[in-house]
């Protein structure tokens, strides 16, 4: 059999225990054939053969998101980008910079950090100072809450506190008057929907181009924590353009979202769509959330944050999650959830302790703040630990200063995000960006797990340096414990004959180079399916 492509670098990490180092690597009808040396490449090519030499370049298993949001986030991320704003000052700067910018009837933005207000309570003030009295809308950085001016809360209605199924709140001041504050996605839903249409050509347009740069950065495959009304549409319209169109860039799995009120029928449903998919895409497991964020004060913690905040579930009645999940189980679904204060990791673990496991391992999803206790049942109970590192070097400070460590306190603080400590006790760790809420980028993922501090700031105090990984384990994290956690181990997340064709590729090597030096490194070549979706010039 001809190769249809052939890759040589002067660095081949396989992470095939067989043979870990080589500098060549054949494919053919989108797996891999041969892995070997450069001197093998005369005796594998033939005349419809494509070389490309990397040269000094170092060539990985395609590297996985273990969280990313590629659909809701193009919801997500309308607007003006504020994930650099740390003052309200640079706010109200970047709010008119907007305004003139993209004029319009509406001023949005996304990637809010709270810290941004300081002290002062998260409310529609600073917005209204800044731009007037017109509708303002802007997600915080977690997508977890928005804040909305008064002239955006009336379009949508709400002049009044709202019940809802999950635990999601329009924030009042003492006179019952929305603050302009929206905890969680069913309370800030009710802005989105009267948020000026992006038509489906738009949304096609941005989301080829956001999958485009996701495989410029390195990445081959993601898993999508979201199914939205259009996802089929967007991913299937793709798949579909043939290759030299370009096609879908990257594999996807997706993973729809269970809320609470939960019924049979949808559950029924749920299962159904599991068969839905096309050549790089499916839908494999379900989504839930037992909580929301430590920085909205959702999270459940064992006991309230320094605001008396973060006890209750996101579920109200939490066991109807575990006879959802459970249902979901039984019938061979793979069950992700949410799950982040320590209450709601224990109860997850818990949860799943009785619950059947299919093909692929359930799994739990950021992990911020647990117990010692806690770190031993994911290896125990074989749950999947998928952790975002960047959250931890992006949004807390060492100093604990911020927001998420002041509310918790230093002691749960000091439990933060403990990647090391899951690793070494023997977990599978994915690792991801949770895009949108921080940079899709796996370079700079990969980079600050071994940091524990943003990338490129080496004057920032490490967060806990002890929960540094090793660049072997971050790279595991992204590639071979990526593929188990979709019980792909046997297909995919190594450089061997019969696996998959995912090829990632960087100018310098990540087990080697300086994580800050890294995380700048070029990407000169990404392979999907044994096609190539990305080649520098
Ligand atoms: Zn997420």
Redesign the pocket.
Known sequence: MTPDLIVTADTVHTLDVARPAATAVAVTGGLITAVGDRRDVAGWRGAGTRVIDLGAATVTPGLVDG???PVLGLGLTRGADLSAVRTLDELTEALRRAQRDEPGEWVLGWGLNPNAFGRSPITHEPLTRAVGDVPVFLLMFD?HAAVASPAALKRAGIDGPREFAGGATVVCDGNGVPTGHLLEIPAYELVQAVLPPQGPAVRRARFADLLHRMAAAGLTAGNA??FEADSADLVGHLDAADNAAGGLPMRLRFAPFCMPGVTRAELDDLVDRQRSGGARWRVDGVKFMIDGTVDGGTAWLSSADTHGESTVPFWPDPAEYVWAAGYLADRGVPVVT?AIGDAGVRYVLDALSGTRRGRVPHRI??IETIPTELVGRFRALDVTASMQPTHCTLYTSADHSDNWSERLGPERARRAFRCRDLADAGARLALGS?WP?APFDPRGVIADAQLRRPHGLFDAAPVLPGQALTAAQALHGYTTAAAAAAGLDDVSGRIKVGFRADLSSFGLDPLVAAPDEFAQAPVPLTVVDGTVVHRAD
Do not use: S, T
Request: no cysteine.
């Open positions: 969280h990313i949001h997508a924590m979201d949410h999803e950021h949770d809420v």
